[in-house]
């Protein structure tokens, strides 16, 4: 795995280029030891993410974000995550492509957001009133939520900032935060 990690970086950190003291990061939640789920990153990039963030440190993602290899996109977009308060690191983050699996991977990994944010970034609070923004099939409820339903007095999930609960059809539903609007 090491070496596929080599070749493919090309012997350099994936998130900062330096080519010194290298080691795989693990991207959770789905790592399974291969170098689908693993980033080479130098040991200044994973103590970052692990440790105390300087601010700026990661605006040398802007050239990570554009890779074509899935983990470091995931890994990139959860670390901008943390950032989210600052308005360069967000736009980093915009312009990461993810398709549907990768999003919810990136999110169901998510470091350190201790906030819910529907799908443009608005901080959700317990209480509010949110869209679906796309149709949910609901599992074991047999029923879809359609596009466009309001879902009045949602509450958090407290230990996952991509999950809120709501009503739907009279029944109480887990809802990913990227498919709500709030009101
Ligand atoms: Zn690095």
């Given amino acids: 795995m090491f070496a596929t990690l080599i070749a493919r970086s090309d012997a350099s950190c994936e998130f900062c280029e330096v080519a010194s003291n290298l080691l795989p990061y693990s991207v959770g939640p789905l790592h399974d030891g291969t170098a689908m789920t693993s980033v080479l990153l130098c040991d200044k990039c994973s103590e970052m993410i692990d440790g105390k963030i300087e601010k700026n440190y990661f605006r040398c993602l ?40 990768l999003m919810a991977w990136a999110i169901s990994g998510v470091i350190r957001s201790s906030q819910h944010k529907d799908v443009n970034g608005v901080t959700l609070e317990a209480g509010n009133n949110v869209l679906l923004i796309k149709d949910l099939v609901v599992k ?44």
Avoid at 69 to 83: E, F, I
Avoid at 165 to 183: A, Y
């Fill in 140 to 183: 074991g409820g047999g029923f879809t939520a359609k596009r466009g339903t309001a879902v009045r007095g949602i509450s958090l999930v407290e230990d996952n900032p991509a999950h809120i609960e709501g009503k739907v059809e009279g029944q109480r539903i887990t809802i990913l935060t990227e498919f709500v609007k709030k009101k």
């Fill in 62 to 101: 802007s050239s990570a974000i554009w890779s074509e290899h899935d983990p470091v996109k995931v890994l990139a977009w959860r670390v901008l995550d943390m950032l989210s308060d600052q308005a360069w690191a967000r736009d980093l983050k915009d312009q990461i492509y993810l398709d549907e699996v």
